[in-house]
């Protein structure tokens, strides 16, 4: 029995390859692995979003560029990938919790908002003869969201909570976590550095850390942007405090180049 080329797997977002792969799907994620590094960091005081900002022109106005979006009062996430469908579902995930607030006079848990994300995420595969009765608006995607989101937010009963939601639409809970083009890197320095008994202002040093080493550019207060949720609230810092905690960061440290001095005259 033979099986036609890739290709052939490739038109369709709902269609397995023999191999079980969707490559739409996989298409997706490795739109993500071009955007812009972002970090999360949970402590018992609560969570730290950091994230690089691209900023192609120095005609560009920095503050347009939004990689960090509230999405209720005590949650909010930082994104990479393609920020056009990172507002889709930060807005569809913002319906929920207002509805949800309204509804039960409560907000709704983290985890329900992520869930909520996910279930969007997976908008492409329903057909549009699924959708749900009286949804006469809503559009079905024609392709999976290029686009992850580290969510993070306290809730009342639960604490300080960070989670994952990916292309494919699966979350997964962290302590710490890293997305976009450097996340390999980032993961790795979070594994050496990271520790649960951080505090929250040794969270932020070691977000901006971890992007200071693997941004290209220099970090500053314009090409970085950093969110905190703390006791219910979420905010984003203004550019004043994202320069007091790159002035109070640790000076880098320059490796030794043994190759350079080793046997020279």
């Given amino acids: ?3 036609g080329g890739k290709s052939e797997y490739d038109r369709g977002v709902n269609t397995f390859s023999p191999e079980g792969r969707l490559f739409q799907v996989e298409y997706a994620i490795e739109a993500v692995k071009l955007g812009s590094t972002a ?3 949970t402590t018992k005081e609560g ?4 994230v690089e900002k691209r ?3 120095p005609l560009i106005e920095p503050s347009s560029i939004e990689k960090i979006m509230q999405i209720a009062p005590h949650a909010g996430c930082a994104m990479s990938g393609l920020t056009a469908d990172a507002r889709t579902l930060v807005d569809h995930a913002r319906v929920e919790a207002l509805n949800h607030d309204f509804t039960y006079n409560e907000p709704m848990q983290v985890e329900s908002i992520v869930h909520s994300i996910s279930d ?3 908008d492409f595969s329903r057909s ?3 959708k749900k009765k009286g949804d006469k608006k809503k559009k079905t995607m024609s392709r999976p969201f290029g686009v992850a989101l580290l969510v993070a937010g306290v809730d009342a009963d639960n604490g300080p909570q960070l989670f994952m939601a990916d292309p494919s639409g699966s979350y997964t809970k962290y302590r710490a976590a890293a997305i976009g083009s450097a996340a390999e890197g980032a993961t790795s320095l979070l594994l050496e550095q990271f520790k649960d008994s951080m505090t929250l202002k040794e969270a932020e040093d070691l977000a901006l ?8 550019e220099k970090i500053t207060e314009i090409n970085v942007e950093v969110g905190i949720a703390k006791d219910t609230t979420f905010n984003t810092l203004s550019t004043a405090e994202v320069a007091t905690i790159i002035d109070r960061m640790p000076a880098p440290t320059v490796p030794t180049l043994l190759s350079a001095t080793t046997g020279s005259a």
């Fill in 1 to 3: 029995m033979s099986f």
């Fill in 39 to 41: 970090i999360g960091i």
């Fill in 47 to 50: 969570v730290v979003l950091a």
């Fill in 55 to 57: 900023i192609g022109s």
């Fill in 120 to 122: 969007m995420a997976l």
């Fill in 128 to 130: 549009d003869d699924k």
């Fill in 209 to 216: 850390v971890v992007l200071r080493q693997v941004m290209e």
